[in-house]
């Protein structure tokens, strides 16, 4: 059992950055593959960036591909999502998730444990 509880989220404006954090609660966190999805208002949820827990394989959404670089540290439990050059088309909530999998994949509902999500809005 894993819980998931985000933070970072905000409000700033176009080209700015933000870094998203995730501290996961539970045993064996360092054994699983972790993503961040997020939900624009009136929009389904979508992929954005995950991370295998063997290799270190990345995978990212291409609308946020060379800006956005997700990363786990074991020793704190936590998965980032740094997020550069922001666009008023990333708002939308954020959201981390948990596969009990080393292979990470960009399928939601491949994920079986989620965060509350954190708030992230970027003013133009």
């Known amino acids: 059992q894993v819980q998931l509880v985000e933070s970072g989220g905000g409000l700033v404006q176009a080209g700015d950055s933000l870094r998203l954090s995730c501290a996961a609660s539970g045993r064996f966190f360092s054994a699983y593959s972790l993503g961040w999805f997020r939900q624009a208002p009136g929009k389904e949820r979508e992929s954005v960036a995950a991370l295998s827990s063997i290799g270190g394989v990345t995978y990212y959404a291409d609308s946020v591909k060379g800006r956005f670089t997700i990363s786990r540290d074991n020793a704190k439990n936590t998965v980032y999502l740094q997020m550069n050059k922001l666009k008023p088309e990333d708002t939308a909530v954020y959201y981390c998730?948990?596969?009990?999998?080393?292979?990470?994949?960009?399928?939601?509902?491949?994920?079986?444990?989620w965060g509350q999500g954190t708030q992230v809005t970027v003013s133009s």
């Open positions: 998730a948990a596969r009990r999998n080393p292979i990470a994949t960009m399928r939601d509902y491949d994920y079986g444990y």
